[in-house]
Nanobody, 122 residues
Framework: QVELVELGGGSVQAGGSLRLSCVAS????????MGWFRQALGNEREFVAA????????SYADSVKSRFTISRDNDQRTVYLQMDNLKPEDTAVYYC???????????????WGQGTQVSVSA
């Protein structure tokens, strides 16, 4: 069983930065691919970024490419999402997820955190 806890959400002005962390518990946590998804009010959950278990194959949604960076520290069982040059349209609840392979489809992930709010003001 893997449990995920997201940390680091908050409020920031446009152009600012935040770093989200996702701490995983469970003996096999470091063997999972990890993804970040977000859900804005009234919208469906959408893919943000994902990374393989080894950390050498990141992928990004076009809307965040060159602004967000996903990374992981398997010794710490933690995945990070560095978010720079934030825009108001990045406002959403951000979720981390664990699954057997790096994927853009939320249905491919079988462990989810509780989410953390990110709010970006103009």
């Amino acid at each position: 069983q893997v449990e995920l806890v997201e940390l680091g959400g908050g409020s920031v002005q446009a152009g600012g930065s935040l770093r989200l962390s996702c701490v995983a518990s469970g003996r096999t946590a470091s063997r999972y691919a990890m993804g970040w998804f977000r859900q804005a009010l009234g919208n469906e959950r959408e893919f943000v970024a994902a990374i393989s278990w080894s950390g050498d194959i990141p992928s990004y949604a076009d809307s965040v490419k060159s602004r967000f960076t996903i990374s992981r520290d398997n010794d710490q069982r933690t995945v990070y999402l560095q978010m720079d040059n934030l825009k108001p349209e990045d406002t959403a609840v951000y979720y981390c997820a664990a699954g057997p392979g790096s994927s853009r489809d939320p249905q491919d992930y079988n462990h989810w955190g509780q989410g953390t709010q990110v709010s970006v003001s103009a």
